[in-house]
């Protein structure tokens, strides 16, 4: 509801819901066209090998079966990512559509089959046959970089993509060297799979009249499948039409461009008929785009009273075949090696970040980029500071954390105000104040930890360029339109699957205008109505995107109001917006409706000011110069061990999280518990792995451990708010903070619970069995 006479900063109900609860949202899957066929692909069965044989009879000749082709038969442009560095730092990979002489995973698309019906295209990929010449698959970084390991690409030597050396602070080994307290945490989390509710997929139609592909995705960047997508097909833009229905989640996975998508918009080019690819759940587990598999070596020195003075990374990333589009294989390692001092006054730094590929599906961006990982990286290393300094795990954080902003740290980045100590403060005192420090001195299985962080929103222009891409994403244009009811329509290159844009932005348009939200439409997700748009990922879409939409509505609003002070014979001084029209200040009963406004501007063009344009439309852009603005947080966790089976319980999870000014706080704590809920998934259950021959061991759920409810606990959030002093709305970014700070919290009150083993985990996913024997053999069962 509506709390005050602002819209931001209220808790209304979404009003994507009625839609989306009542069984009216349209999906991809929902959409059915006249002779539409249906696709799916063949696809490779061995991880690493040269193709020798393709035989596609059989499939052709299967009833139902339209077609089938192979990377000879679309003769496709390949999808290829790049950064603008020298060979020595990075390696691009180009991605086939569909594969052509050799095959890197298992999974990789080799041929496409269409049907009349989706029952005839899979009878058509069983009659397929494939032959390779199998070599030794490349199945770990360890693998990768070993002297003499196979090469999963020719020109990627040693297997390594990218290989940056970044912030060598001068003398930093000498004060590694001498400092009184030496710390070394080695850790390696597992590859994951966003896993979307509603898996990718697209529906491309020809329209001959319009001359004009147009493709149907669930994609969180549609511009950029329409530049991919007119590239390898050999049209001009403006002959491929993006448009996105109601999409269920993304997380990072559909930010980048897919190779079915493209191969889908070829096919249907070819055959003049609408094609459809929904991924199946096993293919979506198998051969979509994972994430996360990342090692770290890491040594920091302290001082006597706790201060860090020196921190020295070794990072390692397993990016998989590819490169992503647009983002490369350095999507990973360029984000842990730039931001891993995070919330901390570290003031020497030195990293070495590398992206290996491997034979394995390929890696894209998944819910907080490689900060779950820089902050589990961190707070163990504080942890285990603590533990050799004796001094309290929650104290030492204290003593490190930036308190003083705007505060540029060791790696060049410049962090605005903050609320990094005051989060932690309450964080603590609530499980203090709630037993169970009592609690946990009375039960030796019952373990507490806490993990602070940051999280980098809104990059900008200038904060994606540091990596020298070619694509540089950034800004983001909206325009906001009046019809002759009053009515305002906004179009934004912002992409909702999931965070309620329909709403917050929406409440932004309302209070810029002074006009009942009822009245505002959103309208996104389609390139011909958006000039143009990156999309949303990287918690960008409240803080650049909304900042676009805010600067529309307020260039709209100020032609209203300079109409009003024409007709009703004033100055633009003197006019107010106020309750769907304009007002005299001086004279509030003069006033004039919206639809009074549009009638002029639309219909009676000849009252309107000298030099003023008809209609009433206003547009406008947005980007952050500079570094960004961070959100912050501090997680506290309580877990609880069963000796027996060393599973682990969490009985208590709280956040407390500052986002700047919260549009929408029960959207907020949405996106919050729903990214807890994922980082509690990489700490304890999901993982995807591989035999000794590069098959994927998880090609349902039985195998890949997803968290239901019973496992995620109830959590409490507590919200701060530090405005940010250059966004529109002065909201900071919250779709990934939950996941950054879960995996940290959850490992460091398990490793507090398992106090009196003497033995400390560093990697994630935590196993049971590792529980059960740490504590066995620790003799903390007795």
């Known amino acids: 509801m509506k709390t005050s006479d602002q819209w931001v900063g209220s808790s209304i109900a979404r009003r994507e819901d009625r839609r989306l609860l009542t069984g009216r949202g349209r999906f991809v899957d929902d959409i059915h066209l006249p002779r539409m066929l249906h696709a799916q692909f063949v696809r490779s ?82 009659a397929a046959k494939v032959t390779y010449e199998a070599a030794p698959p490349v199945l770990s970084d360890e693998q990768a970089l070993a002297p003499g390991a196979p090469l999963v690409h020719a020109a990627a030597k040693a297997n390594t993509l990218v290989d940056v050396s970044m912030f060598a602070t001068e003398g930093i080994d000498a004060v590694l060297d001498s400092a009184p307290c030496k710390v070394r945490v080695r850790t390696k989390t597992g590859r994951q799979n966003a896993l979307p509710l509603e898996t990718r997929g697209v529906v491309a139609n020809w329209d001959a009249r319009e001359e004009q592909l147009l493709v149907q995705t669930c994609t969180q960047t549609p511009h950029q499948v329409r530049t991919v997508m007119a590239a390898c097909l050999g049209l001009r833009e403006a002959a491929v039409r993006v448009v996105v229905p109601d999409m269920g989640g993304g997380f990072g996975q559909k930010c980048v461009v897919g190779r079915e998508e493209i191969a889908a918009g070829a096919v249907a080019l070819r055959l003049g008929r609408p094609v459809k690819w929904i991924e199946d759940r096993r293919d979506a587990l198998t051969a979509s785009f994972l994430a996360r598999e990342q090692r770290y070596d890491v040594r920091a020195a302290f001082d006597d009273r706790g201060r860090i003075l020196a921190l020295d990374a070794e990072i390692v990333c397993d990016m998989g075949a590819y490169s992503c589009y647009p983002f490369t294989a350095g999507i990973e390692p360029l984000m842990a090696s730039a931001e891993m001092p995070g919330v901390y006054r570290v003031p020497a730094y030195r990293v070495r970040a590398r992206a290996v590929t491997t034979n394995k599906a390929p890696t894209a961006p998944y819910r907080g980029v490689s900060r779950p ?118 179009t ?211 195998d890949y451990k997803v968290p239901t409810a019973s496992e995620i606990p109830d959590i409490t959030i507590h919200h701060l708010e530090t405005p940010c002093a250059f966004t529109e709305s002065g909201a900071k970014g919250a779709g990934e903070g939950g996941t950054i700070g879960a995996p940290a919290a959850v490992l460091n009150a398990v490793n507090d619970a398992l106090r009196r083993t003497g033995v400390e985990l560093d990697d994630t996913p935590i196993h049971p069995e590792t529980v059960r024997c740490t504590l066995h053999s620790g003799g903390a069962t007795s």
């Open 373 to 490: 990982q820089i902050v589990m990286v961190m707070e163990r290393v504080f942890e285990r500071a603590a533990r050799e300094l004796d001094i309290d795990p929650v104290e030492i954080r204290r003593r490190n954390l930036i308190t003083e902003f705007p505060y540029t740290g060791v790696n060049d980045i410049t962090y605005d105000p903050g609320s990094y100590l005051e989060s932690l403060d309450l964080c603590e005192q609530v499980l203090r104040e709630e037993g169970w420090y009592a609690k946990r001195d009375d039960d030796p299985f019952l373990g507490i930890g806490y993990s602070c962080f940051s999280e980098r929103t809104g990059y900008g222009s200038t904060a994606f360029a540091k990596r020298r891409m070619a694509v540089v994403p950034g800004f983001d244009i909206a325009e906001a339109r009046m019809d002759l009811t009053g009515c305002v329509t906004v």
């Open 492 to 702: 934004t290159g912002t992409m909702s699957h999931g965070q309620s844009h329909e709403t917050t932005l929406a409440q932004i348009v309302a209070d810029r205008l002074g006009l009942d939200i009822a009245k505002v439409k959103i309208c996104q997700g389609d390139t011909d109505r958006v000039a143009y748009g990156f999309g949303t990922f990287a918690s960008r879409s409240a803080t650049i995107g909304g900042s676009a939409v805010a600067r529309a509505a307020t260039a709209l609003a100020d032609r209203l109001a300079h109409l009003g002070a024409h007709l009703l014979e004033t100055t633009r001084d003197n006019i107010e917006l106020h309750q769907g029209g304009v007002r005299r200040r001086d004279d509030p009963a003069r006033a004039l409706s919206f639809e009074d406004l549009a009638d002029v501007a639309y219909l009676k063009a000849h009252l309107l000011p000298k030099h003023a344009e008809p209609g009433l439309t206003a547009s406008a852009s947005f980007d952050v110069q500079g570094d960004g603005t961070f959100s912050n947080a501090a997680h506290g966790v309580v877990v609880e061990l069963d000796p027996g089976t060393g599973g682990v319980k969490i009985l208590r999870y709280v956040c407390v999280e500052d986002c700047g000014v919260a549009i929408n706080p029960q959207v907020v704590e949405g996106q919050a518990r729903g990214g807890i809920a994922q980082g509690i998934a990489g700490a304890l259950f999901e993982e995807v792995t591989y035999d000794a021959q590069g098959e994927p061991s998880c090609a349902g759920f039985l």
């Open 45 to 126: 069965t061995v991880a690493h090998g040269a193709v020798t044989g393709i035989d596609l009879s059989g499939t052709r000749a299967v009833p139902g079966v339209v077609a089938a082709f192979t990377a000879a038969d679309l003769e496709l442009g390949d999808i290829e990512a790049v950064l603008d560095r020298p060979p020595a730092e990075f390696v691009p990979t180009a991605m086939p559509i569909l594969a052509r002489d050799r095959v890197r995973y298992v999974g990789e698309p080799l041929a496409i089959v269409v049907a009349e019906d989706a029952y005839a295209v899979e009878d058509g990929l069983e």
